[in-house]
C-alpha cells in the first residue's frame, strides 16, 4: 500500500499567501505524492469563519480575491481540486475574551484559553463542530469530494509553566476540581498534594529557564520505583533527602497523571457525541511521546475504538505499536504545538483588545515584532520536510483495517511565515518608550505570554 497525504491548513491566515491550487502544487513536488484530502480549522486564531449562533463571523483573506471569503467558500476552493475535507478543532479558543471558560492554573492564576473539560466549552465545541461540518458537506455537493470527519486537537490544552522551580499546571478551575474531589490518595485529597512546594511533579518535570524539561517514559503501567529511578537519573527531584515519603510521593504522581488521562478521554467521548459525527471519523492530534502533559494523555490508552478511529501524532525514537486504530505521522515536531503557537501569536499581537487588556500590552511594538520573529524561527525549525523523513516513517499496514495508514503535512514555509509577519499590524501598547530587551529577556516575556513548555 502507498503512502496516503493530507494538507494541513494550520490556520487560514496562510490562504492570503497561497490559494488551494498553489497549495496543493506544492504538495506533490514536496512529497511526490498527490494528496487526498485538506485539513482545515474551524476556528481561526481570531476567531469563527463561518455564521454561528455564539460570535461574529471573521472574514478570511483569500489571494487573488478581494472581498472576504468564509469558511464555505475555502472548501469549495479545495473540493473542486478533488480533495476530501477533514475539519480540526482547536478547543483552547483564544479568541475568546470571556473570563468564565478560562482555564486556572495549581496557583489559581487564569490565563486566556478556554479550559476543555468545561460544560459551557464542551457545548460551545460541538456546536460549532457541528455547523463547520454541515457547511462543508453542502460545500463539497457536486465535487466529488466529501467531509471525512474531524480531527480534536489536543497538543495544547493544558498549558504549563514554571517558576523558581515551581510547576504551574493546568486545569485547576471549579469545575476540574470538582472532578478531581473523588479521586484521594491515602487519605488525602489528589489535588492537596500539588498545592504545596517541592510536590510530586517535580519528580517528572524541571524548570530549564527557557522551558521545562520532563521525564518522557512515562507509561500508564510505570511502577513507582521506576519514577523514582527516573527522577535521580534526570537530576529531578527524587525526595530522597526530604521527610516526604519518595514512594507514596511517586504513587502520587502515577494516580494524578491516570487521573487526567480519564477526564480528558471522557470530555472527547462527551464532544464527539455532542458533534453527532455518523459515519465520520473520530480523529485526535497529540504528541508522539507516551505522556504529554500538555494534553494529558498516555498515547498508547487512546489506542482504543471506543475513544476514537484515528491519530495522528509526529514520528520521534518512541515505538508505538498502534492495533486497534488508524493513524498517520504528523510531519511536524510536537505535532500542532510550534504552529498553533506562532499563528496564535500573529493574530493576537494584531488584536487591540490583547494589546490593551493582557500580558503583551506590556511589551513595545518592536518587543512584539521580535517575539513574533522568534515563534517564527522556532516553528520553520520545528518543520519535517524531506523526502527522506518520510522514507524513514513506520511500515504502512497493507490491511489498513489499523495501523499506519499516512502521513499529514502543514503547508506552511519561510516564505510564507516571514509574509505573515512582514505585513503584521501592531498596536501600540500601553508602554512604548521602554528600552530594548536582551534576547534572554525576550526568551523570557515569550515564555511567560505562551507557556514555558516551548
Known sequence: MTERSLIYVPDMAVLSQRNAEEIKTDHQRRWGIAAEGVVLPICTATGVPFENAFTSQQGIRYKGKAESSYFGDVVKEFARLGLDIYLTLDPTLHFIKSDQLH???????????????????????????????????????????????????????????ATNERIELTCFCAECRQYFSSHRHGGKGLVEYFETFPNPWNMALKDAGSGIGQINELKWDISPDRIIGLSKLKGFESFEDREEDSHEQASVLRAYLRARHEQVTQTLRE??????????????????????????????????ERICDELWFNPTANDFDIRNVQYRSFLWKRSTYFLNAFFQMLGQSQDRYMRTYTGLARHTQGEVKNLLDLRMRQVLGAGITEKLDVFLLPDINEEGE??????????????????????ARIPDGISEDQERDSPEDMLRKLMGLMGSNA
Open 103 to 161: 482555564i486556572i492554573d495549581i496557583s489559581e492564576d487564569s490565563s486566556a484559553q478556554a479550559c476543555f473539560s468545561k460544560k459551557r466549552t464542551k457545548k460551545l465545541l460541538a456546536d460549532l463542530a457541528k455547523k463547520a461540518i454541515e457547511i462543508a458537506t453542502e460545500s463539497c455537493e457536486g465535487t466529488g469530494a466529501e467531509t471525512i470527519g474531524v480531527a480534536i486537537d489536543l497538543t495544547d490544552i493544558l498549558p504549563m509553566g
Open 271 to 304: 464532544i464527539f457525541f455532542g458533534i453527532e459525527l455518523v459515519g465520520k471519523k473520530r480523529i485526535l492530534i497529540t504528541e508522539g511521546s507516551h505522556y504529554d502533559w500538555t494534553s494529558g494523555t498516555f498515547l498508547m490508552k487512546l489506542d482504543d
Open 402 to 423: 489499523a495501523g499506519r495508514i499516512g502521513f499529514v503535512s502543514p503547508c506552511i514555509d519561510e516564505k510564507t511565515c516571514a509574509s505573515l509577519v512582514g505585513k
